[in-house]
């Protein structure tokens, strides 16, 4: 990814959308975000496992970003295939998300059990983290391909904004975790996010339609 002179209006589009699809994307209730939330309501290791998985990510959208706009960029009909394909699940995850907030839902971690040492802590966020293969789909091929059609001397701001998503979203679950706690466990708070974030993903899909019909 090379960088160009740009203006703060090209950058800040492109950064903000790789802020809220990494935000839409990594923002649920699951295994990896249960254990960062422990780690952080007991206080253990909490700088390294925040790290960890935030680096993860970070690794893994350069990667996709880096190996899709080498591919899409020798082959203008799979850039629009993948266009269209993107703004299909983003579709479709939106759906899935304005559904979640039909239904009660809450995100809780145990404070109580054994304590982990700095391996078996590490070793178990590179399990919840590397062992999903959703990690896959969202980081390297979906990320990956609509970071991949940015131009590209911007595709380094949206892999940065997308990062940043992430790091902030672990560092808020994982230092802010006896202050966030009590908000997780309301469902209420569920829905409604789950509301912004497919309102969100609708939004995107939009763009990458257009997007892929600009190209045609």
């Given at each position: ?49 925040v790290l960890f ?30 266009a269209l394909a ?13 559904r979640r907030a ?115």
């Amino acid at each position: 990814m090379t960088t160009i002179a740009a203006t703060a209006s090209q950058v800040f589009p492109v950064f903000a959308q790789g802020l809220v699809l990494s935000l839409g994307l990594i923002v649920a209730i699951g295994a990896q975000n249960a254990f960062v939330l422990r780690q952080g309501l007991r206080r253990e290791h909490v700088g390294s496992v925040v790290l960890f998985c935030a680096l993860a990510d970070a690794v893994l959208i350069t990667a996709g970003v880096l190996g899709m706009a080498q591919a899409l960029g020798q082959n203008p009909g799979l850039a629009r295939t993948m266009a269209l394909a993107g703004a299909a699940f983003l579709a479709w995850y939106g759906w899935q998300a304005l559904r979640r907030a039909r239904h009660a839902s809450q995100l809780q971690a145990a404070e109580g059990g054994a304590g982990l040492n700095l391996g078996a802590a590490m070793t178990q966020a590179a399990a919840f983290t590397l062992l999903n293969p959703h990690v896959y789909l969202d980081t390297v091929l979906l990320v990956g391909s609509i970071g991949a059609q940015q131009p590209a001397g911007l595709q380094v701001w949206f892999v940065a904004g997308a990062s940043i998503a992430s790091l902030g979203w672990f560092s808020a679950l994982g230092f802010g975790a006896r202050w966030i706690a009590p908000l997780f466990k309301k469902p209420r708070a569920w829905q409604v996010l789950d509301a912004l974030i497919g309102l969100t993903m609708w939004m995107l899909s939009a763009l990458l339609v257009r997007l892929a019909l600009q190209g045609a």
